[in-house]
C-alpha cells in the first residue's frame, strides 16, 4: 500500500489543484442554487418562468453541483491519504465541516424535487437564510485549509 502511496505522492500537486477547482465549481453551484430557488418563490407554479427555472436548477445540480461533490469527495480523502494529513486535527475538523455542506448538499437537491414537482412550500426568506449557510461553511474549511490551525 506504501508503494501505491509513494507513486500517488509524485502527483500530489495535480491532484490539489484538481481538488481545489472542483471544490470552487461545487461552491460556486451551492451559492447560486438556494439564490436560483429565492426567485424561483417568486414565479406561480406552471407558469413558464417556474419552468424556465426548473431547467436552470436541474442542470447546474446534475451538470455541476453533483459531478464536483463526487470529485471534492474522491480527491480530497485521496489528497489526505497521499500526504498523512488525515491526522492532523484541522483536518478532521475541516472534514467534519464538509460532511455538513454535503448534507446541505443533500438537502438542497430535496428543494429541487420539491420544485420541481411544484410542492415548495418554503419561503424566499428562507432561502435566503439558507444561501449564507455554505459561505460560512466556506469560510471556516479555507481557513482550516490555508492557516492549519491546531497543528
Not at 10 to 16: A, L, T
Not at 98 to 103: A, D, E, F, K, T
Request: a positive charge.
Amino acid at each position: 500500500m506504501n508503494s501505491v502511496r509513494d507513486a500517488l505522492a509524485g502527483y500530489s500537486d495535480w491532484i490539489k489543484a484538481f481538488h481545489v477547482i472542483f471544490v470552487i465549481t461545487w461552491m460556486a453551484g451551492m451559492l447560486y442554487l438556494p439564490r436560483l430557488f429565492v426567485y424561483h418563490t417568486q414565479t406561480k407554479p406552471g407558469s413558464e418562468g417556474s419552468e424556465r427555472f426548473k431547467v436552470m436548477e436541474r442542470k447546474l445540480l446534475r451538470g455541476i453541483i453533483n459531478p464536483s461533490m463526487i470529485a471534492v469527495w474522491i480527491l480530497g480523502p485521496l489528497l489526505a491519504w497521499i500526504t498523512g494529513a488525515y491526522m492532523d486535527i484541522w483536518l478532521q475538523i475541516k472534514f467534519a465541516l464538509v460532511i455538513v455542506l454535503s448534507g446541505i448538499h443533500g438537502f438542497l437537491a430535496r428543494c429541487w424535487k420539491d420544485f420541481a414537482a411544484d410542492r415548495n412550500t418554503r419561503s424566499e426568506r428562507f432561502y435566503r437564510v439558507l444561501n449564507e449557510i455554505p459561505a460560512v461553511l466556506m469560510i471556516a474549511i479555507v481557513i482550516l485549509a490555508v492557516v492549519k490551525p491546531f497543528s
